[in-house]
């Protein structure tokens, strides 16, 4: 026997009835009564920016942010060959999500230069990347320290310190490190 409900002008019809009544006023058309979504409490005003960063790449804004950076003087290592590689194929990983690679990668490259902040610096961002936030900053904080603290380098380091205290909503401290990446800009040597 062929139900009637499962014809299409059964379908049609019923389409047509509801948007009538919807015009005229009548709520009685509804055939399922969706369930009530659980209430959820409000996010704090302070917690959204947090949400937003999450929408977009952090370390592509930190790397342009910093080589946007209007400084005259830029110290950076001098690394080896072997380094210089591997801190490309390090890149190259992290790109392709392949982080355990790029870890390994960059261990390996810190074991031949232990001091070279740049390093530190990609591991900071492959923490971030990773979002273990409290790792990314202390490592971002050794690049800094390691490295000749202006340029594009220490604004780097900076603006992924701001990056990992905004992931852990530290809103102030987010402020406080941006200015300091601004700070990195160095307009020149005086001389006498």
């Known amino acids: 026997m062929h139900h009637p409900a499962s014809s299409p002008f059964f379908a049609l019809r019923l389409l047509l009835a509801c948007g009538l009544s919807l015009l005229l006023g009548f709520a009685g058309c509804a055939i399922f009564e969706p369930a009530a979504a659980p209430a959820r409490a409000p996010l704090p005003e302070l917690i959204e920016p947090v949400r937003a960063h999450y929408d977009r790449d952090a370390l592509l804004q930190i790397r342009a942010d910093a080589a946007a950076l209007n400084s005259s003087l830029e110290v950076a290592p001098v690394e080896s060959a072997g380094v210089a590689l591997l801190l490309s194929l390090a890149r190259e990983a992290e790109n392709q999500l392949d982080f355990p690679r790029a870890q390994s990668l960059l261990t390996e490259a810190l074991k031949e230069e232990p001091l070279n902040p740049r390093i530190y610096q990609s591991q900071a961002e492959l923490a971030l990347k990773q979002r273990r936030y409290e790792l990314a900053e202390r490592l971002a904080h050794s690049a800094f320290e390691r ?18 205290r905004l992931g852990r909503a530290l809103i102030d401290a987010t402020a406080e490190a941006r200015r300091r990446a601004r700070s990195c800009a160095e307009h020149g040597i005086e001389r006498f």
Not at 154 to 160: F, M
Request: glycine content about 16%; proline content about 0%; hydrophobic content about 40%.
């Open 147 to 164: 490295s000749g603290q202006v340029g594009e380098l220490c604004a780097r380091s900076w603006l992924t310190i701001g990056e990992a």
